[in-house]
T-cell receptor, first 112, second 113 residues
Framework: AQSVSQHNHHVILSEAASLELGCNYS??????LFWYVQYPGQHLQLLLK??????LVKGIKGFEAEFIKSKFSFNLRKPSVQWSDTAEYFC??????????FGTGTRLKVLA | DTGVSQDPRHKITKRGQNVTFRCDPI?????LYWYRQTLGQGPEFLTY????????KSRLLSDRFSAERPKGSFSTLEIQRTEQGDSAMYLC???????????FGPGTRLTVL
């Protein structure tokens, strides 16, 4: 069965620190990959997506992710985090033609 | 607001009662999805509609769960004879096609006492 793994469950950073959140997906099938963010009290919002083409994907709010096929990875990065980036981050892949498979999420806390 | 809406936002019920949740997708999105999210986990797929047709149901969706999308617009998710293990956030999402990201609603948080 297809799966998504997020190995960092909780991350604490100071403002201006660099961020990298890991995401690995299982082999097989079409690879459509997404990062969603959930700010406290808000619904899931799309940060960025990868379907094909340039493996370096730019998203909103200064986030980017790199699709590395050989490593089955799609890590999320941001060069300098802000307090407002405190949220839970979910990696997901499209499975088959429609449903998403999500990772367990990473809770990021940014200290002011 | 033209996003996905869900009602109610919170529901507290006693074990054994039936509950029904509603989802209104973004207008003209023909694909609608239900997910369930428990504490410390990512959302888990429950079921998927394309227009009014329910095309897939997860094994997570026991016989006590039923979902409908009668006219291809809003959808309802009903849980009969609720159990404490049904306590979770129930999320609805929609998109206009396979190669488009899913847009999520705010969810309905169910607490079964």
């Amino acid at each position: 069965a297809q799966s998504v793994s997020q190995h960092n469950h909780h991350v604490i950073l100071s403002e201006a620190a660099s961020l990298e959140l890991g995401c690995n997906y299982s082999y097989g099938g079409t690879v459509n990959l997404f990062w969603y963010v959930q700010y406290p009290g808000q619904h899931l919002q799309l940060l960025l997506k990868y379907f094909s083409g340039d493996p370096l994907v730019k998203g909103i709010k200064g986030f980017e992710a790199e699709f590395i096929k050989s490593k089955f990875s799609f890590n999320l990065r941001k060069p300098s985090v802000q307090w407002s980036d405190t949220a839970e981050y979910f990696c997901a892949r499209g499975s088959g033609t429609y449903k998403y498979i999500f990772g367990t999420g990473t809770r990021l806390k940014v200290l002011a | 607001d033209t996003g996905v809406s869900q009602d109610p936002r919170h529901k507290i019920t006693k074990r054994g009662q039936n509950v029904t949740f509603r989802c209104d997708p973004i207008s003209e999105h023909n694909r609608l999805y239900w997910y369930r999210q428990t504490l410390g986990q990512g959302p888990e797929f429950l079921t998927y509609f394309q227009n009014e047709a329910q095309l897939e149901k997860s094994r997570l969706l026991s016989d006590r769960f039923s979902a409908e999308r009668p006219k291809g617009s809003f959808s309802t998710l009903e849980i009969q004879r609720t159990e404490q293990g049904d306590s979770a956030m129930y999320l609805c999402a929609s998109n206009p096609g396979q190669l488009n990201e899913q847009f999520f609603g705010p969810g309905t948080r169910l607490t079964v006492l």
